[in-house]
């Protein structure tokens, strides 16, 4: 018997390692509805094997590619060191009445071509879209040549000193002639918010190491340390608008993924909260996005933003779902307000310079609120035929909970 209960022991703490180790500690994707996912693709479910099929197809073509690094610039940043990330404000333009065109002037809304030339942005997005696939295609596989990519991808861009970028944004949104960087330029790396997720999801590859866990996390310390004490980063925080709802999500996540829940909850308690009720009319509309000549885009992209801090809020204990004003919920009727001109039942009368509204970039937002609130309005909505999202791939059954009940 005194021989027995060792292992008997051992074979406990293996299974409850196993167990620990399969529910990923993702911050903004529900790790119940990844491993309910997961589930249903072992026991044969068509519709998730179609789904990580479509998957590993995306995840393939990205096993082919070199990594990304902010080095690889012709334009050197004000600091010299091309480690330093650099991108041009999209709505300035070169002043014609001035002989070198300096300083730039305004063009809310109207990008200017220039803004294209440096690549800095475009290599946060394709890592951090490349990085989440990735994290999701070693999940539900369980293949190591997925997560030796996304290592390959990280190490690149965040570890080894001979390419990554410093942990800044000193010089995002450059003005030419005006201001070598400004806070509009935080919003550039929104994108590491799905990052963080995919590399939450490597957890337990060999590829993936403590180590290398370890590095990640300080690294994002270093950025969160920048964002929250950097001149730059403290008007972000004073922002009344979007750059300020994705200032937050900033923060949140990256405090969540450094382990530091007390800064997490103490900052959506302090600072968020106050936002939230700043950011929406008591009829749930948007003044600050109203105001913008491209009105639609930047409502529903402000309104996205909020449905992403209320998830990762979640993780720090907080549901903001729920926050009201008055007796109605404040991001219900955030939804709500724009659901008549989704629908086509009013039109929509304020400023938006794209050519043709995007309606359908309101489905993802309705399927949320029908799925949070058991809102009628928005499920008769969802049902009707022509309120379906384009673009939207067949794996998203996978990770939202919206599309798995």
């Known amino acids: 018997m005194q021989k027995i209960l060792p292992i008997v022991l051992a074979i406990l703490m293996v299974w409850i390692n196993g167990y620990s180790q399969s529910k990923p500690k993702t911050?903004?994707?529900d790790a119940n509805i990844l491993i309910k996912s997961k589930k249903e693709l072992s026991s044969g479910s068509l519709p998730h094997k179609k789904a990580v099929e479509e998957l590993k197809e995306k995840a393939n073509r990205i096993l082919k590619k070199s990594p990304y690094t902010i080095v690889n610039k012709s334009v050197v940043p004000p600091s010299g060191s091309k480690h330093d990330y650099l991108s041009l404000a999209p709505y300035w333009w070169p002043d014609h009445s001035k002989p070198d065109g300096l300083p730039y002037i305004h063009k809310?809304?109207?990008t200017n071509p220039e803004a294209n030339e440096t690549k800095d942005k475009d290599y946060v997005i394709g890592l951090s879209r490349d990085v989440y696939v990735l994290g999701l295609a070693y999940f539900f596989t369980e293949?190591?040549?997925y997560a030796a990519k996304a290592e390959e991808?990280?190490?690149a861009f965040f570890i080894n000193k001979e390419t990554s970028m410093h942990p800044n944004l000193n010089y995002a949104h450059a003005k030419r002639g005006i201001v070598d960087g400004q806070v509009t330029g935080l919003i550039e790396t929104i994108h590491f918010v799905d990052l963080l997720d995919g590399v939450q999801l490597l957890d337990g590859s060999k590829c993936w190491t403590l180590k290398d866990q370890e590095l990640l996390e300080s690294w994002f310390s270093h950025f969160l340390a920048w964002m929250m004490n950097s001149r730059v980063g403290k008007e972000g925080a004073k922002?009344?608008?979007n750059i300020g709802t994705y200032y937050d999500l900033q923060i949140i996540t990256y405090a969540l993924f450094t382990q530091d829940t007390i800064l997490a909850r103490s900052y959506i308690k302090n600072k968020t909260v106050k936002r939230i009720y700043d950011q929406f009319s008591t009829d749930g509309s948007q003044p600050y996005e109203l105001k913008r000549p491209r009105s639609w885009t930047y409502s529903i992209k402000n309104l996205n933003g909020w449905l992403s801090i209320a998830r990762v809020s979640e993780k720090a204990g907080i549901?903001?779902?729920?926050?009201?004003?008055g007796e109605k919920e404040i991001l219900r009727e955030g939804i709500l307000w724009l659901l008549p001109y989704a629908s086509g039942e009013k039109e929509w009368q304020y400023k938006e310079l794209s050519s043709g509204l995007r309606y359908d970039w309101f489905v993802p937002i309705a399927r949320t609120g029908a799925f949070i609130y058991n809102d009628s309005?928005?499920?008769s909505y969802l049902s009707n035929s022509s309120a379906r999202p384009h673009n939207v791939q067949n794996w998203t059954i996978l990770t939202e909970k919206e599309?798995?009940?």
């Open 27 to 29: 911050i903004q994707l």
């Open 108 to 110: 809310d809304g109207k």
């Open 143 to 145: 293949e190591e040549q």
């Open 153 to 155: 991808l990280l190490n």
């Open 239 to 241: 922002a009344p608008n």
């Open 319 to 325: 549901n903001l779902w729920y926050y009201k004003r």
């Open 377 to 379: 309005d928005l499920h």
């Open 403 to 405: 599309a798995s009940e």
